[in-house]
């Protein structure tokens, strides 16, 4: 099973992530993988340092950057787990990419799609959307302290984001799961979340 966590910056996906790719190992008894958008391979630090430092110029410097970061997450970590019948929970995948790229700059889809086939992505079985209120995320986010380039936009930014998200769970809504978590505990979360992939019975016994 390959299972990606979605969501703006300060909705919980990386709590999420860790506690499901636990319950997996613990309670399901199944060889996971935790890993994550960008930098979740080996020498992927430096390209992550890059992305969040908003040094870019170039409206496309990012998209290459994560593009690269992603076909060498996918070549050295991603595909050989799932090759090898692990589970892979990944926080961040080709999704962030469209939601921030396309809704958030401007950029055109069809592009990244093509770029997606070309590069032989594999697709997730689940995406999860942790949905948030931008100002409750951002708030989150302040909490934590040193916030990166992206957090730094503003609500008006997160808000196009989280427009773009909820755009793309309605694109294929067969594989996305869409789950709000302003108001929730994070233990709530977790068991709403627990439910409704369990739902899609893609858990089968090995």
């Known amino acids: 099973m390959f299972i990606t966590f979605e969501g703006i910056d300060g909705s919980g996906k990386s709590t999420q992530a860790a506690l499901f790719s636990k319950w997996l190992s613990e309670e399901k008894e199944r060889d996971v993988i935790l890993t994550r958008e960008p930098g979740g391979w080996p020498g992927g630090s430096v390209l992550r340092e890059i992305a969040v430092s908003g040094s870019l110029k170039h409206k496309w410097s990012e998209v290459y950057l994560f593009m690269l970061d992603r076909a060498e997450h996918v070549a050295s970590v991603i595909q050989p787990a799932i ?58 986010v302040r909490s934590r302290g040193n916030p990166d380039s992206f957090e730094n936009e503003g609500s008006s930014f997160m808000e196009k984001i989280r427009e773009g998200y909820l755009a793309l769970s309605k694109r294929d809504p067969e594989r996305w799961l869409v789950i709000e978590c302003s108001s929730e505990s994070s233990e709530e979360i977790f068991e709403k979340m627990v439910r409704l992939v369990s739902s899609r019975r893609i858990l089968s016994d090995k």
């Open 83 to 140: 090759d090898a019948g692990k589970d892979v929970v990944c926080e961040r995948y080709h999704d962030s990419t469209l939601a921030y790229q396309i809704w958030g700059r401007g950029l055109p889809l069809h592009i990244f799609d093509e770029l997606a086939r070309l590069s032989s992505f594999p697709v997730p079985d689940i995406t999860i959307l942790f949905d948030i209120q931008p100002e409750r995320a951002l708030k989150r």
